[in-house]
Nanobody, 115 residues
Framework: QVQLVESGGGLVQPGGSLRLSCAASRSILSFNAMGWYRQAPGKQRELVAR???????DYADSVKGRFTISRDNAKNTVYLRLNSLKPEETALYYC?????????WGQGTQVTVSS
């Protein structure tokens, strides 16, 4: 089992930046991948970015070139840098991972993009 705790959300103007953090209660290298998802009001939850054990990453097409996922293995923390934010990216951002037994979610951190 693992607990995931997100932080770093907030209110930002269009075009602004934020860095989200996801702190895990055990080694993130014990998982094949760590991911960030988001869910806007009235919409389905969608994958934003993932980082694999190998260090490779992938991104939703809508965020490529603007968002960057990274990790600090020593701190068991995964980050998501959000640049050039758009109002339509207002959502609750969640950290996610899974193992052979279960899938795990954090409580989410709210990102609001508004002037």
């Amino acid at each position: 089992q693992v607990q995931l705790v997100e932080s770093g959300g907030g209110l930002v103007q269009p075009g602004g930046s934020l860095r989200l953090s996801c702190a895990a209660s055990r080694s993130i290298l014990s998982f094949n991948a760590m991911g960030w998802y988001r869910q806007a009001p009235g919409k389905q939850r969608e994958l934003v970015a993932r980082i694999f054990k190998s260090g490779s990453t992938d991104y939703a097409d809508s965020v490529k070139g603007r968002f960057t996922i990274s990790r600090d293995n020593a701190k068991n923390t995964v980050y998501l840098r959000l640049n050039s934010l758009k109002p339509e990216e207002t959502a609750l951002y969640y950290c996610n991972t899974r193992d052979a037994w279960d899938e795990y979610w954090g409580q989410g951190t709210q990102v609001t993009v508004s002037s």
